[in-house]
């Protein structure tokens, strides 16, 4: 007669809110963690089987602009025009079903557009958080070892309070650079009238 298995021995048991892999609670359980070297990683392999990506310069992408805002009804009419004339097909220098599968995938793709934006800013608001808890941490360091540098007992702080004040110092007094004002034109000379000269 064979013994049920156990499935609960040996089983790794996650107490109170701990989550495996750095998960915060409230996360799916078991979801890892990516390291933002992973990240990058993993988001360049994805770029790499995404079609048709080409950045664009500035200019290029507000020549583009213009027509690429063309409302979804005119596109889908002149599709049409397009599909209703050789003429206007060889013209075009692309078939309908050619057009109409290129404005498709536009749409597609708008989702897509957006889940990447809302990532960005996700990513983008997670850092300002980062580092608004690090300048935090570090006023509190500063204000509190000013305080406990006082004591002749604590004084192997204050070379360290000295440096923190004087690089806080420094970072004030470093402004973007300005720009060289550039030389005013002279005022032009009115000519003077024979009735001017005959008054002098």
Do not use: C
Not at 45 to 73: C, H, S, W, Y
């Amino acid at each position: 007669m064979e013994t049920p298995m156990k499935t609960t021995e040996n089983t790794p048991q996650v107490q109170g809110n701990v989550q495996p892999n750095g998960a915060a609670a409230g996360d799916p359980a078991g979801t890892p963690k990516l390291t933002p070297d992973v990240v990058v990683q993993q988001l360049r392999a994805l770029q790499a089987q995404i079609p048709d990506i080409a950045p664009l310069t500035k200019q290029e992408r507000a020549a583009m602009r213009k027509f690429a805002r063309t409302p979804g009804v005119v596109v889908d009419a002149s599709i049409t025009v397009i599909g209703a004339s050789d003429i206007v097909t060889q013209a075009v220098g692309q078939p309908a079903e050619e057009v109409r599968q290129m404005a498709e995938d536009a749409v597609n793709w708008k989702p897509v557009e957006a889940e990447l934006k809302a990532m960005f800013r996700g990513v983008a608001d997670a850092n300002i958080v980062r580092r608004q808890r690090v300048g935090l941490a570090a006023a509190r360091a500063y204000l509190i070892a000013q305080q406990v540098a006082r004591d002749p007992n604590n004084a192997a702080l204050r070379p360290h309070v000295d440096e923190v004040k004087r690089l806080k110092a420094l970072a004030r007094r470093k402004k973007p650079a300005t720009q060289t004002p550039q030389p005013q034109p002279a005022p032009a000379t009115m000519p003077v009238t024979m009735q001017e000269k005959e008054s002098k």
